[in-house]
């Protein structure tokens, strides 16, 4: 079973930058496609970006285009987001998943970017 950890939130002010990361247990990391979710206090949870199973192909919500970067490293079982020019409606727990999303979630990582 998939165990995904993340880490590497914190609190920056806006314009700030955060490098997140997700562990992954599973033996077969390298067979699946990966994503980023967000859920912000009283929202639901949505999408950020997902990247292929090789790291070649990546996809991005529109509201983080040009400022957010997905990327994997098969061989640490670990899926990054480097997060630029972050703004204050970035504020959420970021989780990652599967890409489509299995219902097993991790605890998350807090991002808080104030103004």
């Given at each position: ?16 930058s955060?490098?997140?990361?997700c562990?992954?247990s ?10 980023w ?9 949505e999408f ?7 790291g ?13 970067t997905?990327?994997?490293d ?28 299995t ?13």
């Open positions: 079973q998939v165990q995904l950890v993340e880490s590497g939130g914190g609190a920056v002010q806006a314009g700030g955060l490098r997140l990361s562990a992954a599973q033996r077969s990391f390298s067979d699946y496609a990966m994503g979710f967000r859920q912000a206090p009283g929202k639901e949870r950020v970006a997902s990247i292929n199973w090789s070649g192909r990546t996809y991005y919500a529109d509201f983080v285009k040009g400022r957010f997905i990327s994997r098969n061989a640490k079982k670990t899926v990054y987001l480097q997060m630029n020019s972050l703004k204050p409606e970035d504020t959420a727990v970021y989780y990652c998943n599967l890409n489509p999303p219902t097993r979630w991790g605890q998350g990582t807090q991002v808080t970017v104030s103004s």
